[in-house]
């Protein structure tokens, strides 16, 4: 391994939802090289981005690195957005999704989980020891626990304190980049060339009960194919489950585009839905080269 390679994956845009189509700022243009690993995120994770590295250093595939490295986030309860201390629904429950894929295309998700911080790590159990892609709520949970994972309570004094300050006004307005990292997507690139990807989130905060986003949708809000390429996603899941996002984009890349010049065509794509000022919509995305690109709706 010649070389190290992080990147907290930054696109910004500027002007997209205020109308005009600019030339917008980029993600330096990073190319690793196949044999080369690499470990790219939405956001600035850098302990997460660590613990994926430190997986591949020692010989972890790259499906392990990206477990490994989420669920950093999943355990940590001053993160208001993954994991435990997510913020909750409408009724206070912390209700979590996730998913993963890997090399070979198997796909695994989880959805509507409570109880159970690491929901990647399950969702990989889902792909890895059932016939089923998806598993949801009480079935979830039922698997967790025979898989031996922890239940615990997922609520904690802050979100629950944030939780009943929203209850007085009831006023549901997601606000664009608020938190310190929103969903967390990772994808990685072993030694030997093979992509993988997972995404974890507990959804937007003081969500409809029952509320699924794109995050656990394959093809939505995560989609790997070794043949060509893998992408992930971060924002409002509504607007990147109108446009099917991260298949589009590795879709896009099989026929000629870059990570880069993909991502920015797919989030041109959202641009056009209503309200496209109110929320933000983000994209990563590597190929079999290993080609970074990166883009957003909005600043930041």
Request: charged letters at 20%.
């Amino acid at each position: 391994m010649k070389r190290r390679h992080f990147i907290q994956a930054l696109g910004w845009g500027t002007g997209v939802a205020a109308g005009g189509w600019k030339s917008l700022q980029k993600l330096t243009s990073l190319k690793s090289g196949v044999g080369e690993p690499l470990v790219i995120s939405t956001w600035r994770v850098p302990d997460s981005n660590e613990a994926a590295w430190q997986t591949m250093m020692n010989n972890g595939s790259a499906l392990d690195a990206v477990v490994n490295g989420v669920a950093i986030d999943e355990a940590d309860p001053n993160g208001s957005t993954v994991g435990i201390g997510g913020r909750p629904d409408r009724e206070g429950q912390v209700t979590l999704d996730a998913s993963v894929m890997d090399h070979n295309g198997n796909a695994g998700s989880v959805v509507y989980v409570q109880g159970f911080k690491h929901v990647a790590a399950l969702a990989r159990k889902v792909m890895e020891e059932t016939p089923h892609v998806i598993l949801a709520g009480a079935g979830a949970e039922q698997f967790a626990s025979e898989q031996g994972f922890k239940e615990e309570d997922l609520l904690t004094e802050g979100s629950e304190k944030a939780w009943k300050k929203w209850l007085e006004e009831k006023n549901y307005q997601p606000v664009i980049n608020i938190e310190n990292h929103d969903t967390i997507g990772m994808l990685a690139m072993d030694s030997q060339g093979h992509l993988s990807g997972a995404c974890s989130t507990s959804g937007l905060a003081y969500k409809m009960n029952g509320r699924v986003g794109d995050s656990p949708i394959i093809g939505a809000g995560l989609f790997v194919d070794n043949e060509v390429g893998a992408a992930t996603a971060t924002g409002l899941g509504e607007s990147i489950l109108k446009v099917a996002g991260s298949a589009i984009i590795v879709e896009l890349m099989r026929h000629g585009y870059t990570p880069q010049e993909a991502c920015e065509e797919v989030i041109k794509r959202i641009s056009r839905q209503k309200n496209n000022k109110n929320f933000q919509a983000c994209f990563i995305a590597v190929n079999n080269e290993g080609e970074t690109g990166a883009f957003a709706l909005q600043p930041g």
